[in-house]
């Protein structure tokens, strides 16, 4: 099994539905990660958890929540979903400054 | 606050030939670098890290990198490209410490390699 795991991988919905993507990982470590990558800018991070109890903002955060289940679970929601956060996704894992863990991806198109 | 810059988002290189992405860096504190590599259809693979220890940095599949804190670059290079080196690489930057590790990635360098 992967490390980290996101589902779906792929996924297309309308405008305005409210969407999750799930991550899970077997690492054991404290802190996840949420990007989201989009041609020529690279990826950009929305949301970041050191701990269950600890969730804090991104660069790029709006629209968009998270939940930490657990310490393996970290969960994206769009509240509403619009074109511009067609995009693709991933989740990290990591247990200090020495690099991550990355997940395969969720392609999100909203059409 | 950190940011990276990659210089060329598109290289091209001749199969046999040397591979060399450039990455200059911004930082207020001592940084913490590194080199992803991202395969069609595929995540993030990381290639090398610096973490101050040795400035010259050996990672998978040939490549090295050489933090230099004169010039603020940690280029990535190989001295002969393969035909599956062709993918995209991202390099990043974090602070060196446990609560500043947020990764802070840049646009990215797509290399393709001519046969």
């Known amino acids: 099994d992967a490390d980290v795991t996101q589902t779906p991988r792929n996924r297309i919905t309308k405008t305005g539905k409210r969407i999750m993507l799930e991550c899970s990982q077997t690492?054991?470590?404290?802190?996840m990660y949420w990007y989201r990558q989009d041609p020529g800018l690279g990826l950009r991070l929305i949301y970041y958890?050191?701990?269950?109890?600890?969730?804090n903002k991104g660069e790029i955060s709006d629209g968009y929540s998270v939940s930490r289940q657990a310490q393996a679970k970290f969960s994206l929601s769009l509240e509403s979903a619009i074109p511009n956060q067609t995009a693709l996704y991933f989740c990290?894992?990591?247990?200090?400054?020495?690099?991550?863990?990355f997940g395969s991806g969720t392609r999100l198109t909203v059409v | 606050a950190q940011s990276v810059t990659q210089l060329g988002s598109h290289v091209s290189v001749s199969e046999g030939a040397l591979v060399l992405l450039r990455c200059n860096y911004s930082?207020?504190?001592?940084?913490?670098l590194f080199w992803y590599v991202q395969y069609p259809n595929q995540g993030l693979q990381l290639l090398l890290k610096?973490?101050?220890?040795?400035?010259l940095v050996k990672g998978i599949n040939g490549f090295e990198a050489e933090f230099k804190k004169s010039e603020t670059s940690f280029h990535l290079t190989k001295p002969s490209a393969h035909m599956s080196d062709a993918a995209e690489y991202f390099c990043?930057?974090?602070?060196?410490?446990?609560?500043?590790?947020?990764?802070?990635f840049g646009t990215g360098t797509r290399l393709t390699i001519i046969p």
């Open positions: 690492k054991g470590h404290d802190r």
């Open positions: 958890s050191f701990d269950v109890k600890d969730i």
């Open positions: 930082s207020s504190v001592p940084p913490y």
């Open positions: 990290a894992t990591g247990d200090g400054p020495y690099g991550y863990t």
């Open positions: 990043a930057v974090s602070g060196a410490w446990v609560g500043n590790e947020k990764l802070t």
């Open positions: 610096y973490t101050s220890a040795a400035t």
